[in-house]
C-alpha cells in the first residue's frame, strides 16, 4: 500500500512538475511575441501591424506582407535580437497589400 501511495505522490510531483514548465514556456513565448510584435510594429521598414507572429519554444514564424524586400529581411533581424529567440521563419510575401 505505501508504495502505491508512494508511486501515486511520485506521479502527482511529475504531473505538477511538468504543468509548470509547460506554463514556462508558453509565457515565455507569449513575451518572445510580444516583444517581437513591438519592435516590427515599430520598424519604419517593416511596418509590421498586420503581421502573424507565432512563437513556440523559442522558434519564431512570421507570415503577412511587407512593402520591400528589405522590410522582410528587416523582420528577420529584429525578431533575432529579442531574448529567447531561437531561430525565425521567415514566411513574409513582399508586394503591396491585396
Known amino acids: 500500500m505505501r508504495n ?26 507569449d513575451q518572445i511575441s ?3 510584435r513591438m519592435r516590427l510594429a515599430t520598424d519604419a521598414d ?4 498586420a503581421l502573424d507572429v507565432i512563437v513556440k519554444d523559442g522558434f519564431v514564424t512570421i507570415k503577412g506582407r511587407v512593402d520591400s ?5 528587416r523582420a528577420t533581424k529584429l525578431a533575432k535580437k529579442v531574448k529567447g529567440v531561437k531561430n525565425v521563419d521567415n514566411e513574409l510575401a513582399v508586394g503591396p497589400p491585396r
Not at 7 to 26: N, R, Y
Not at 46 to 49: Q, R, S, T, W
Not at 69 to 73: F, L, V
Open 4 to 29: 502505491t501511495l508512494a508511486a501515486v505522490a511520485a506521479l502527482g510531483m511529475f504531473l505538477l512538475g511538468a504543468s509548470a514548465a509547460d506554463q514556462k514556456s508558453t509565457g515565455t513565448d
Open 34 to 36: 510580444d516583444q517581437v
Open 46 to 49: 517593416v511596418k509590421g501591424g
Open 69 to 73: 524586400e528589405k522590410g522582410r529581411q
